[in-house]
């Protein structure tokens, strides 16, 4: 069974510029997930996704990112403009439901210089 | 406080060795718990659920003191190829919460 899909997989931009990030998750797969996880701490969820519907974006900051999940499946992350602090690891992980186990992606790692 | 804590690495053991990690949690109506494993450069993966009675899987074993919301997980016999970052993961409400990790070399 194919895994959860993210690309790029690395992104390197200069601070002010935006960026986008794609995820295709697990078929079949309900709940989608952002993550951003920066050196030496756990991942942070930003959003999660039920289907089309944002069940939690209480930790995106909503000034800068944005996410969308369109037709219940794949999925894209912005973040407009960049700054340094948004260096970081950006994982995408899915599920069957809310409370089952989640599957990761291998993640993008932006660099903002 | 953090709402996830764990011990702060790295534990650099000898292959063969047994090693513990800690885990605390803040919030009591936390649901369910978890350990994730990371390896370098990877993305977490699910090492196994945590149950209030015990849970053991080969080496490894999980456990949950909900009084003290606290949880630990064991490792046996560790093996070169245990040397990863180790999870504290707690659910609240169907959100997952993790921990900063803890990092473990396990060495020749």
């Known amino acids: 069974e194919a895994g959860v899909a993210q690309s790029p997989r690395y992104k390197i931009i200069e601070k002010r510029q935006s960026v986008a990030f794609w995820c295709n998750p697990i078929s079949g797969h309900a709940t989608l997930y952002w993550y951003q996880q920066i050196l030496g701490q756990g991942p942070k969820l930003l959003i999660q996704?039920?289907?089309?519907?944002?069940?939690?974006d209480s930790q995106l900051p909503k000034d800068r990112f944005s996410a969308e999940r369109l037709k219940g499946v794949d999925s894209t992350l912005k973040i407009q403009p960049a700054k340094l602090e948004d260096s970081a690891v950006y994982l995408c992980a899915s599920s069957p439901g809310t409370g089952y186990e989640q599957f990761f992606g291998p993640g993008t790692r932006l660099t903002v210089l | 406080r953090k709402e996830v804590e764990q011990d702060p690495g790295p534990f650099n053991v000898p292959e063969g060795a047994t090693v513990a990690f800690n885990c605390t949690y803040s919030n009591s109506a936390s649901q369910s718990f978890f350990w994730y494993r990371q390896d370098c450069r990877k993305e977490p993966k699910l090492l196994m659920s945590?149950?209030?009675s015990g849970n053991e899987d080969g080496r490894f074993t999980a456990q949950l003191n909900r009084a003290s919301q606290y949880i630990s997980l064991l490792i046996r016999d560790s093996k070169l190829s245990d040397s990863a970052t180790y999870l504290c993961?707690?659910?609240?409400?169907?959100?997952?919460?993790f921990g900063q990790g803890t990092e473990l070399s396990v060495k020749p």
């Open positions: 996704f039920q289907n089309n519907g944002v069940v939690d």
């Open positions: 945590v149950y209030s």
């Open positions: 993961v707690v659910n609240q409400g169907g959100k997952l919460i």
